[in-house]
């Protein structure tokens, strides 16, 4: 048992599960016709960000660690407008969610 699970992960690869295919990139549809929009709609003071982003695919193809870095965008934010690429590509309509009161 042992022998096989070491020979199929030699074979295979350890990251084998890791994809690296490209996300495709959606069109603007509805209300959203661009990045500045975009940003401004999901809420948190995102729309700061927008001279950041030249076109709407360097929005949805840029990852974290570039926006860390290179634009200096913080973590709280980086995140935020992360969870709203991923949910406007499952087609989800963009909307402002509140910060909890403490």
């Known amino acids: 048992m042992f022998r ?3 020979t199929r992960i030699n074979t295979i690869g350890v990251r084998y599960t890791h994809n690296n295919a490209a996300k495709p990139v959606p069109p603007p549809r509805g209300q959203i016709t661009d990045v500045q929009t975009f ?3 999901i809420g948190r003071n995102c729309e700061s960000f927008a001279d ?3 076109t709407w695919e ?3 193809t840029t990852p974290s660690r570039v926006m ?3 634009m ?4 709280k934010s980086r ?3 992360l969870s709203w690429i991923e949910r406007y590509r499952k087609g989800v309509q963009p909307y402002s969610i509140a910060l909890p009161k403490k």
């Not at 200096?72 to 973590?75: A, E, F, K, L, R």
């Open 72 to 75: 200096g965008i913080d973590t």
């Open 58 to 60: 360097q929005l949805f």
């Open 52 to 54: 950041k982003f030249e």
């Open 79 to 81: 995140k935020y407008i």
């Open 39 to 41: 940003l401004k709609t």
């Open 4 to 6: 096989n699970l070491t």
């Open 68 to 70: 860390k870095n290179d």
